[in-house]
């Protein structure tokens, strides 16, 4: 015989609950589960492009290059259509220069005032500013076209703002996730920035040691060498003027060796200081650097 289970009215009600009840705890575990997965994709896009920018400062690559990678990965991660990196310019850091612009942000502008312009809002206020309503901010030197969204992060190096990173016109705008990840890339900026100033500094002071070694050489060797033979000659004349021609052969003779000398360390020196551009570019390239400057 086929025994069929009878399940009263309430019965079916409770498992019918019972199961919406489990339809509903897995739909909102896999709703966790894919929000997860997707937060640990982005984290993981973050750390590799992290990874790329100190990879290019490890390897002594050209600050331009530093700043192109910052600024795409920026603009990548954020979803924005354009970044750019801007830093305080003379007259009394008045003016945001572009270092280095990508994406939309690259035929806009060279120059914005820190006045009246919304870099320049993250600039005075030291704060990152985040906007998506740009029609309602103040205008944005852009050539006479506002971004449709827009965030800015200051750059500090010794405490101080130097600069800003800055994304835009990110579709459905920017939220504040975009401000940490724009913030990681600012900082790797600024370090990029503060270690090209280094270097600048550094070069700087090497050149003047180069100088001060050349001068020490020249007052060691050269200028020893001629002030003998100025004595050599002098102690010559007098001998020829005392009849004693063989003193004055002698005086001649050391002349001639001292001059010789002297020759030799002038040719070692300028040999040092060959022009790089002479190894780099050639003879004719190191002429016309010459002549031009």
């Not at 897995?26 to 894919?34: H, P, R, S, V």
């Not at 050209?62 to 305080?88: D, F, H, N, R, Y």
């Not at 004055?248 to 020196?269: G, I, K, W």
């Amino acid at each position: 015989l086929r025994q069929v289970p009878i399940i009263s009215k309430e019965r079916l009600i409770v498992v019918m609950e019972a199961q919406t009840r489990l339809a509903q705890m897995l739909a909102t575990m896999g709703l966790e589960k894919a929000r997860l997965y997707e937060e640990t994709r982005r984290r993981q896009a973050e750390s590799q492009a992290l990874q790329r920018v100190a990879t290019a400062l490890l390897h002594k690559v050209s600050p331009e290059k530093v700043l192109e990678i910052v600024c795409t990965e920026a603009q990548q991660l954020t979803g924005a259509a354009g970044s750019a990196v801007l830093l305080l310019d003379a007259p009394r850091d008045t003016w945001l220069r572009v270092a280095y612009s990508t994406g939309a942000a690259a035929a806009f502008f060279d120059h914005i005032p820190v006045e009246g312009s919304l870099a320049g809002t993250a600039v005075r206020r030291d704060e990152p500013f985040l906007t998506n309503n740009p029609a309602g901010e103040a205008y944005e030197y852009l050539r006479g076209k506002r971004p449709m969204a827009f965030l800015s992060v200051p750059l500090h190096a010794n405490g101080d703002v130097i600069g800003v990173l800055e994304v835009l016109d990110k579709p459905g705008g920017f939220v504040k996730d975009d401000v940490r990840i724009v913030s990681l890339f600012a900082n790797q900026a600024a370090i990029n920035i503060e270690h090209a100033r280094l270097n600048q500094q550094a070069g700087q002071l090497a050149v003047l040691e180069e100088r001060q070694r050349l001068a020490r050489e020249l007052h060691d060797s050269v200028v020893q060498s001629l002030y003998s033979m100025a004595l050599y000659a002098d102690a010559g004349a007098l001998a020829l003027a005392a009849g004693k021609q063989d003193v004055t052969l002698n005086h001649l003779q050391e002349l001639r060796e001292t001059a010789r000398s002297a020759m030799h360390d002038m040719r070692l020196l300028i040999f040092e200081l060959h022009p790089p551009a002479l190894e780099q570019e050639g003879l004719v390239t190191a002429l016309r650097l010459r002549l031009a400057a």
